[in-house]
Antibody, heavy 115, light 107 residues
Framework: QVQLKESGPGLVQPSQTLSLTCTVSGFSLTSYHVHWVRQPPGKGLEWMGVMWSDGDTSYNSALKSRLSISRDTSKSQVFLKMSSLQTEDTATYYC?????????WGQGVMVTVSS | NIVLTQSPATLSVTPGESVSLSCRASQSISTSIHWYQQKSNESPRLLIKYASQSISGIPSRFSGSGSGTDFTLSINRVESEDFSIYYCQQSYSSLYTFGAGTKLELK
C-alpha cells in the first residue's frame, strides 16, 4: 500500500542546514509528484515545494533562496535541504503525494531549531 | 503567488447545524481547489478535490462548490467528529498555496 515516511533530526541549531528524507513505498517517484509542507506549532499549513514526477522542482518564493529538493528514484526517496535555519523554522514537516490533491501524507517529523 | 483567504477564521456551531466555509482566491483558479480537514496532532485529510469532487471514504455530509475565485465547503448537519480545522489549497499555479484555515469549534 502507499506509504510516505519523513525522517531527520529532531533538533537543529540556528544557522545550520536541515536535511530531511521522505521514503515512499507503494508507488514510483517517476509517476507521482511529492510535495513538502510544514506547519509551525499552533499555526497553519505552508507549502514548501515539490519534486515533480519528471524530476523538475518548484519552490515557495519565500523559501527559494534556502531550499533544495532532490530525489533518488532507486531508493524511492525525496530529500529536502534548507539552509540558514532560524527559530521560526521550527515546525512539523510533512511530505505528501500529489494526484488530484494530497490523498496520502506522511506522519510528519517535528523539527526544533534551538541552540 | 496566489493568495487564498479563508473566512471566517473561527466558526462556533452546535452539532446538527449545517455550515459553510469560504475560500476566496486572489485570481481566477478555475476549479483547482482542494479542501482538507486537520485534527490535533494528525496529518491533514483530503475531503474534496477540484472544488466539488468527492473523495472515497469521506462522509457525504461534506460537499464543495464554486469556481473562479469563490469556493465553499459545506457540512450538512455537523457531527462531533467534525470539530477541527479546515484548509483550502490551490493547485492552479505550479506554486501551490494554502489558506490560513477555518477552525470549526463547539459552541
Amino acid at each position: 500500500q502507499v506509504q510516505l515516511k519523513e525522517s531527520g533530526p529532531g533538533l537543529v541549531q540556528p544557522s545550520q542546514t536541515l536535511s530531511l528524507t521522505c521514503t515512499v513505498s507503494g508507488f514510483s517517484l517517476t509517476s507521482y509528484h511529492v510535495h513538502w509542507v510544514r506547519q509551525p506549532p499552533g499555526k497553519g499549513l505552508e507549502w514548501m515545494g515539490v519534486m515533480w514526477s519528471d524530476g523538475d522542482t518548484s519552490y515557495n518564493s519565500a523559501l527559494k533562496s534556502r531550499l533544495s529538493i532532490s530525489r533518488d528514484t532507486s531508493k524511492s526517496q525525496v530529500f529536502l535541504k534548507m539552509s540558514s535555519l532560524q527559530t521560526e523554522d521550527t515546525a512539523t514537516y510533512y511530505c505528501a503525494r500529489d494526484r488530484d490533491g494530497y490523498y496520502y501524507w506522511g506522519q510528519g517529523v517535528m523539527v526544533t531549531v534551538s541552540s | 503567488n496566489i493568495v487564498l483567504t479563508q473566512s471566517p477564521a473561527t466558526l462556533s456551531v452546535t452539532p446538527g447545524e449545517s455550515v459553510s466555509l469560504s475560500c476566496r482566491a486572489s485570481q481566477s483558479i478555475s476549479t483547482s481547489i482542494h479542501w482538507y480537514q486537520q485534527k490535533s496532532n494528525e496529518s491533514p485529510r483530503l475531503l474534496i478535490k477540484y472544488a466539488s469532487q468527492s473523495i472515497s471514504g469521506i462522509p457525504s455530509r461534506f460537499s464543495g462548490s464554486g469556481s473562479g475565485t469563490d469556493f465553499t465547503l459545506s457540512i450538512n448537519r455537523v457531527e462531533s467528529e467534525d470539530f477541527s480545522i479546515y484548509y483550502c489549497q490551490q493547485s492552479y499555479s505550479s506554486l501551490y498555496t494554502f489558506g490560513a484555515g477555518t477552525k470549526l469549534e463547539l459552541k
